[in-house]
């Protein structure tokens, strides 16, 4: 029995590495595609099971974009003729007498007939063989730096990121947009688009699903909370082949967001999908997966498959105006996100996932990932208090630290937007290519208002202060309750500082702020990286009381860097060289500062004068 076994199992390995290594089906060049063919389509409506449906060549659309065309055909079988062209089935193979032809990706909504546009093969192959780098188009664009060395736009709140999100919706080509605008005006007025592909939000929030929805639809997905459990399908899934399901991963772990589509050829290695871009970023390393289909919900306007990604099996690597392309086998770095939060029932909850490194959509998916936890474990609306500590771990050993304290209402939007506005401003930046090696996150929250404004600020001695000297100043903030707390703040001047009139600012941070704003009159351009981590690294806080000693004095701005107590000489020299046009006058110099931490959101300012002799 042996003897006859091991014959039969080596019959068996050899059967199965020839099937896999079986030469991809022959291709049938465009020039072959005529009105009337008829043909077989390829893809999954349920579970795994791959299932064919039937195509009829209309004709071939020609030039809709540079040496770009397009495949009209009618589709029929399985639950096509209630559904319709369904999202998700985006990269269905269509084969002519055994010859591959392209992929269905483009639907008519609202459409009475199942009429598809499929992009040909060759195209496909063609547009992601390059490897041209990204466009520098493709970066989510923040809002400029605000005057100071010591700040950021101010205040980083939903509406400024709001803002930013929408700029890459003009500079960049969205994934339901390209190849509409391409199109014959004919055609572009009935709506033949590419189909959106179904984007699963598993372990989110719902409110925060809400807002997300409304932000990456007009992106061009279709935004779906999860079905199941992320990860764990019914059944064991076989490995990619075409008209197989796959997913691209955004987000890993504990919450998970992906899209999913279908696999149009495999060459190797090689995989070819969609049809249409994921975004038309150009090169990518996004997480290529397997997928589960649970089920088609029918929709007027376009149906989509029910699905959730399963185990990565490779990696993305191009993102193509007619298609997207990877590699089975290694699977992409993602950045490491962890959250830690302390929550006003006494709670220590963590939460751990990963996020594709992405100029683009790395800022966007660090705001929804940690407004989705902070909602999740704390009321989104009414009184309560969020303070946030996180820490950017950049490659080289460099480290961006924010820290806040926000308050009143919804402090979780806030307190989000604090960690992606850095995120993107690092990796949008214009001087050096920035890796994140990590992000780190610690969250305590109260369901209290913790405000509190100056009502009064004074030196408990009158009279001048000898220069090198300390002298306390008394602070008195009300809270928002009405109750009083007193703080004190030790003034020390210099004692290189010369006698005469000084006054003392103190003021919360956005009042500094806005006086920098007044001082350098032009928006903040960082000159290096350095500068740019040294501004996050300075961003002022919402708790801190900060004192700064002023006097008259010559000085400059120059290039976003503070130069105070100039001799003559010196501003003469700046003023004629080639910074000329970029060196700001300054009229006072701070020869002391000091921030208070407070419990406390503070706001208020107050000036008081003070007379130095030596």
């Not at 040496?67 to 269905?92: C, H, N, T, W, Y």
């Not at 002519?96 to 032809?101: H, P, R, S, Y």
């Not at 959509?361 to 940690?370: D, G």
Request: charged share 20%.
């Amino acid at each position: 029995m042996i003897r006859c076994r091991l014959p039969l199992a080596l019959f068996a390995a050899v059967l199965a590495s020839t099937a896999a290594a079986a030469p991809p089906p022959p291709i049938l060049p465009l020039d072959q595609v005529k009105p009337g063919m008829l043909g077989v389509g390829r893809t999954v409506f349920e579970g795994t099971r791959i299932e064919e449906f039937k195509v009829q060549v209309i004709g071939v659309l020609e030039n809709i974009g540079p040496k770009q065309s397009l495949i009209l055909a009618r589709l029929d079988g399985g639950p096509l003729e209630k559904a319709g062209v369904i999202a998700g089935m985006s990269g269905s193979p269509v084969f002519i007498d055994g010859k591959l032809v392209g992929a269905v990706s483009y639907g008519f909504p609202f459409s009475k007939e199942t009429i598809a546009g499929i992009t040909p093969i060759g195209e496909m192959i063609e547009d992601t063989s390059t490897d041209a780098p990204r466009a520098a188009s493709a970066r989510f664009r923040t809002a400029s730096l605000t005057p100071g060395p010591h700040a950021l736009a101010a205040p980083l709140d939903r509406d400024s990121l709001l803002a930013a999100l929408q700029r890459p919706q003009t500079a960049v080509p969205l994934a339901g947009s390209p190849a509409a605008a391409q199109l014959p005006p004919e055609l572009a007025s009935q709506s033949l688009r590419p189909l959106s592909l179904p984007m699963v939000f598993s372990g989110f929030d719902p409110s925060t699903f809400e807002w997300a929805r409304g932000v990456f639809a007009g992106l061009g997905f279709t935004p779906v909370m999860g079905a199941g459990s992320v990860g764990k399908p019914p059944v064991p899934l076989p490995d990619l082949q075409p008209g197989g399901a796959v997913g691209v991963s955004l987000v890993e772990g504990d919450m998970d967001l992906s899209v999913t589509g279908t696999i149009t050829h495999i060459d190797g290695e090689r995989v070819y999908a969609f049809g249409h871009p994921f975004y038309n970023l150009g090169p990518t390393q996004f997480p290529m997966r397997k997928a589960y289909v649970y089920s088609v919900f029918p929709s007027l306007y376009q149906s989509w498959k029910i699905s959730s990604p399963a185990e990565p099996v490779g990696t993305i690597e191009q993102d193509r105006g007619t298609a997207i392309a990877g590699r089975l086998g290694k699977t992409p770095r993602m950045i490491p996100v962890s959250v830690r939060i302390s929550t006003s029932r006494g709670q220590d909850r963590r939460y751990s996932f990963r996020m594709v490194d992405d100029e683009l959509f790395s800022p966007v998916l660090a705001y929804v990932s940690l407004a989705s936890v902070l909602q999740a474990n704390e009321r989104a609306f009414g009184t309560s208090t969020i303070q946030v500590d996180a820490k950017v771990t950049l490659s080289g050993g460099r480290e961006v630290r924010v820290e806040d304290l926000f308050t009143q209402e919804q402090p979780a939007i806030q307190a989000a937007a604090l960690v992606a506005a850095p995120v993107a401003y690092l990796m949008t930046n214009d001087f050096e290519r920035v890796t994140v090696d990590k992000l780190d996150i610690d969250v305590s929250s109260l369901e209290t208002i913790q405000t509190a404004s100056l009502q009064r600020a004074w030196f408990e001695r009158t009279g001048p202060v000898r220069a090198g000297s300390t002298v306390p100043l008394k602070v008195l903030l009300r809270t928002y309750r009405g109750d009083t707390v007193s703080e004190t703040i030790p003034v020390t001047v210099p004692a290189t500082a010369p006698a005469g009139s000084y006054t003392l600012l103190v003021a919360d941070g956005n009042a500094l702020t806005n006086l920098e704003q007044r001082e350098m009159r032009q928006p903040f351009v960082p000159k290096d990286l350095d500068q740019l981590i040294r501004a996050i690294n300075g961003l002022r806080h919402n708790n801190h009381l900060y004192a700064r000693l002023l006097r008259s004095d010559e000085g400059a701005i120059v290039r976003g860097e503070y130069l105070q107590s100039l001799p003559p000489s010196v501003l003469a020299v700046l003023g004629a060289s080639d910074e000329g046009t970029g060196v700001i006058p300054l009229r006072t110099a701070s020869v002391w500062d000091f921030d208070l931490a407070t419990e406390y959101a503070v706001t208020g300012s107050r000036a008081l004068s003070l007379t130095v002799e030596r």
